[in-house]
């Protein structure tokens, strides 16, 4: 039967797939449209399990700010082809604004959210019908705090969201911190905040590195917490020396502009860490 170019238009438009799989899933489905959207969405399932061993490393990171919340969203992909690819940038845009209006709490439940009528997790299925590599909505977190900011580093590979005790925190103030965040990669907001787990790992560490170096069993212990100390230093967010003046922490930093200001919660994803 003859398929006219509007038809195909309006599938490519519904679908995002290419012009010719509109065509042939249209004349496959005798130009019933809504049986051609369903014969491009099950192509897209089958490609999906044919590429599920395949790894996607590559990818898009987005940040992003909504009201008092701020979150990160990762869609990875095969290669950097793809993740250079407007729609695909524009499709991980638009997943994260839609996981950061609900209340998901990690990428499973993030993967269930509705968009367009259909969950996120069957967009990536079709999309990797579509693209004909394997996709994956990999991660997405958020955090709520008086004032956020998000920061993306140019390539989209690398994100960072930052959370402050008060309201209406200056815009390069908090996009510094987000960008030491991004730069020197903290464990932790404060010493305090380090979890037990990695104290007592680099506690060993310091122990095993100065035992091999001679030095006394009976000062193993002291020695060690003085190399924890530098640990909490390098570190952790507040006590990191800022990027942007080697004679500062962040700490100090922040002070500088707000006695009382200080950081609540921050999250970094990054595709090479």
Not at 70 to 96: P, S, W
Request: net charge negative.
């Amino acid at each position: 039967m003859e398929i006219s170019a509007a038809e195909v238009m309006k599938l490519r438009k519904a679908t995002g797939a290419g012009m010719m799989d509109c065509k042939k899933a249209l004349a496959e489905a005798e130009g019933d449209f809504e049986k051609a959207v369903q014969i491009i969405r099950e192509k897209g399932k089958a490609i999906a399990s044919k590429r599920a061993d395949r790894e996607a490393s590559e990818g898009c990171v987005l940040g992003k700010v909504n009201g008092n919340k701020a979150g990160i969203l990762v869609l990875n992909c095969e290669t950097d082809f793809v993740a250079k690819n407007q729609g695909f940038i524009d499709l991980t845009n638009n997943m994260l604004d839609v996981a950061l209006v609900s209340n998901a709490q990690n990428v499973d439940e993030a993967k269930e959210l509705k968009m367009d009528g259909r969950s996120l997790a069957d967009h990536v299925t079709e999309q990797t019908g579509i693209i004909g590599e394997k996709l994956e909505l990999k991660y997405f977190e958020a955090i709520e705090a008086e004032s956020v900011v998000a920061y993306i580093h140019p390539g989209n590979k690398l994100a960072t969201v930052v959370g402050f005790n008060k309201p209406g925190v200056d815009a390069q103030v908090a996009k510094d911190v987000a960008m030491q965040v991004a730069a020197m990669n903290p464990v932790a907001i404060d010493k305090n905040d380090v979890p037990e787990k990695i104290v007592n790992q680099e506690l060993e560490i310091a122990k095993e590195k100065f035992r091999q170096e001679g030095k006394p069993e009976n000062m193993l212990d002291k020695i060690a917490q003085g190399a924890l100390n530098k640990f909490f230093k390098d570190s952790t967010l507040l006590n990191q020396t800022y990027v942007k003046d080697g004679k500062i922490t962040i700490k100090e930093f922040l002070a500088g502009y707000d006695k009382g200001l200080t950081v609540t919660a921050f999250l970094r994803y990054a595709l090479t860490d």
